[in-house]
């Protein structure tokens, strides 16, 4: 079955410091990738996605994805976080089908000042 | 802005209720879905609807029904409101087409039912 696997549950780093969020998808054809962001009391709100083309996209609030198909990876990066970087972060996969997204569980993200 | 709204933030009802959740759109998307959100469980897919008045099974329609009259609104219904539905429901709609093309999510209904 397709599916779409966040490793890690809970993360927490410290103000300033680098993020790297893992990602793993199982469909085997071209994916298409999305990460979201869902912050305390907010709604969904897209980062990024990758259809195809520069496998090293760029989102918005600083963040980046680097798709690497020999891996079946899509990991969100952000050089510097900030603590209103602090949120819930979901990996999400097409799979070729506009009717239906295949999402992750969820990393929750918490930022130490 | 594509703008999905979502007719109440939060919802208490009872038990045995009929619960009605709507959901609007503004952007003439085709494509529109429910989802229940729980902690540990992530986003599950209830039904979506990729044209007015068709329908389509998610992940876990029991217990739901929906309605798509109109092509912006998308509307989900607890028949007989239990204490397991108590969850967070989130509608989002998409584009069709080619390609693929992201969902665009309204703030979501906290619905208790006690």
């Known amino acids: 079955a397709q599916s779409v696997t966040q490793p890690d549950i809970h993360i927490t780093v410290s103000e300033g410091a680098s993020l790297e969020l893992r990602c793993n998808y199982s469909y085997g054809a071209t994916p298409y990738l999305f990460w979201y962001v869902q912050s305390p009391g907010q709604g969904l709100q897209l980062l990024l996605k990758?259809?195809?083309?520069d496998t090293l996209v760029q989102g918005i609030k600083g963040f980046e994805a680097e798709f690497k198909r020999s891996q079946s990876s899509f990991n969100l990066r952000k050089p510097s976080v900030h603590w209103s970087d602090a949120a819930e972060y979901f990996c999400?996969?097409?799979?070729?089908?506009?009717?239906?997204?295949?999402w992750g569980l969820g990393t929750s993200l918490a930022v130490n000042p | 802005d594509v703008k999905v709204t979502q007719s109440s933030r939060y919802l208490v009802k009872r038990t045995g209720e009929k619960v009605f959740l709507e959901c609007v759109q503004d952007?003439?998307?085709?494509?529109m879905f429910w989802y229940r959100q729980d902690p540990g469980l992530g986003l599950r897919l209830i039904y979506f609807?990729?044209?007015?008045?068709?329908?389509e099974k998610g992940d876990i329609p029991e217990g739901y029904s929906v309605s798509r009259e109109k092509k912006e609104r998308f509307s989900l219904i607890l028949e007989s409101a239990s204490t397991n539905q108590t969850s967070m429901y989130l509608c989002?709609?998409?584009?069709?087409?080619?390609?693929?093309?992201?969902?665009?999510f309204g703030p979501g209904t906290r619905l208790t039912v006690t």
């Open positions: 952007m003439d998307h085709e494509n």
């Open positions: 989002a709609s998409s584009s069709s087409g080619q390609g693929a093309y992201e969902q665009y």
């Open positions: 990758y259809f195809s083309g």
């Open positions: 609807s990729y044209d007015v008045k068709m329908k």
């Open positions: 999400v996969n097409n799979a070729g089908n506009n009717r239906k997204l295949i």
